[in-house]
């Protein structure tokens, strides 16, 4: 099962966009099974559950049911969300948050001040090396040492000339691209 985020047909800021589950068991035949009319900015899955990360919230979804399980709150407006190894990483206009998403409800480990904004209808990206998080944000990446999730400390920064940092990958080889 795959679960999409979208934005709404026409960008209107009070209408909701959607969560679309859709069944790929046959990749030749994808079929859409529901669809939710909420506000989904970012998702992302663990151990078998959609994690859905709404303006201050994050819900966890069955997605062969489409039931909600669980949520937990956000102290402010999330822009990105990162699930590995039993960890939520969530970055915030203000912070990037850490949860330990293998207890219900989860459980906020640390958080570190900062700022972590996406350009508009974008999204922070994510990925974490061992114990480094590389966070690509507006205008930049910041690397973030998360050994110890409870005082995450932050490493570096690289500014970019440009705004719109859309996208994030490690090249294996010591590369941020």
């Known amino acids: 099962m795959a679960a999409l985020s979208a934005l709404p047909d026409n960008f209107i800021p009070t209408e909701p966009g959607w969560l679309h589950f859709v069944d790929i068991a046959d990749p030749t035949q994808p079929r859409l099974v529901r669809s939710l009319a909420i506000p ?25 049911s489409g039931l909600e399980v669980g949520w937990f ?20 206009n203000s912070a990037l948050e850490i949860y330990d998403v293998t207890v219900r409800p989860a459980v906020r480990l640390g958080r570190l001040a900062g700022q972590f904004g996406a350009e508009l209808l974008g999204r922070v990206q994510m990925e974490l090396d061992g114990t480094t998080l590389f966070v690509a944000k507006t205008q930049g990446m910041v690397t973030v040492n998360v050994a110890n999730p409870a005082a995450p400390m932050l490493l ?21 691209v």
């Open 40 to 64: 989904a900015l970012a998702v992302d899955s663990a151990d078998g559950l959609i994690y859905v990360a709404l303006e201050r919230q994050v819900r966890i979804y069955d997605p062969l």
């Open 73 to 92: 709150p956000t102290a402010d407006t999330i822009t990105g969300l990162r699930l590995t190894g039993g960890r939520a990483y969530v970055a915030l």
């Open 156 to 176: 570096g920064q690289q500014p970019t000339a440009r705004p719109a940092t859309r996208a994030l990958v490690l090249d294996g080889g010591g590369n941020a």
